[in-house]
């Protein structure tokens, strides 16, 4: 009940296209729920969140969806740029230990030139 | 967070030596969480200290792992008689105040391998 599932493991975009990557969860105590972009050899940044009380937020190229009554996420990310090409993470945490993320596997974006 | 400095930045340890990892918050920050990431995983919490005090453990491995944030220096993961399933990039982060919003930055992380 602790785990979140993410998918696709791994995408290929053309430049230009939409990059979308899906998260599932179980908890319903969950009520925060950021992205994470990760370089090679780097930590994690957080890209993005959303709670509960909102469907759909925006920032800039990147907009993450979210569907209470399916317990799911999803991160899209329009006119996907070669230097998106990383690594992405979704995570969910619950108000009493909010510091204790958990991570989905990650998905790994390369976007063509 | 360019903050939050850790270092070394790459560890190499045979099995059964020990391994000690540092992480120096943002300045003022008085909070530090420390997370482990095995290969091709996402990462997982492991403990969340306040200066001096534990305040949970519980992703901790209950032997050979330790952490501390004394009241001054950076704080210190400790591991013990490390093995080969230690290997794993192991990044901190830090709060001015206990996180609420789960607004966590990490620092680069520190690379144990071990041989």
């Known amino acids: 009940q602790q785990q979140v599932k993410q998918s696709p493991q791994s995408l290929i975009v053309q430049k230009g296209g939409i990059s979308i990557i899906n998260c599932a969860y179980e908890n319903t105590a969950f009520d925060y729920f950021p992205w994470y972009q990760q370089f090679p050899g780097k930590g994690p940044a957080l890209l993005i969140a959303?709670?509960?009380?909102?469907s759909e937020k925006k920032e800039g190229r990147f907009t993450i969806s979210f569907n209470k009554s399916a317990k799911q996420f999803s991160l899209h990310i329009m006119d996907s740029q070669p230097g998106d090409s990383a690594t992405y993470f979704c995570?969910?945490?619950?108000?009493?230990?909010?510091?204790?993320?958990?991570f989905g596997s990650g998905t790994r974006l390369l976007v063509r030139p | 967070n360019a903050g939050v400095m850790q270092n070394p930045r790459h560890l190499v340890r045979r099995r059964g030596q020990e391994a000690r990892l540092r992480c120096s918050p943002v300045k003022g920050h008085s909070h530090v969480y420390w997370y482990r990431q095995l290969p091709e995983e996402g990462l997982k919490f492991m403990v969340y200290?306040?200066?001096?005090?534990?305040?949970?453990e519980s992703g901790m491995p209950k032997e050979r792992f330790s952490a501390e944030f004394p009241k001054e220096g950076p704080s210190i993961l400790r591991i013990q008689q490390v093995v080969r399933g230690d290997s794993a990039a192991y990044f901190c982060?830090?709060?001015?105040?206990?996180?609420?919003?789960?607004?966590?930055?990490f620092g680069e992380g520190s690379r144990l391998t071990v041989l």
């Open positions: 200290l306040q200066k001096e005090n534990i305040i949970d």
């Open positions: 982060a830090s709060s001015l105040r206990a996180v609420d919003t789960g607004e966590l930055f």
């Open positions: 959303i709670r509960p009380d909102v």
């Open positions: 995570a969910a945490s619950k108000g009493d230990s909010s510091y204790k993320l958990i």
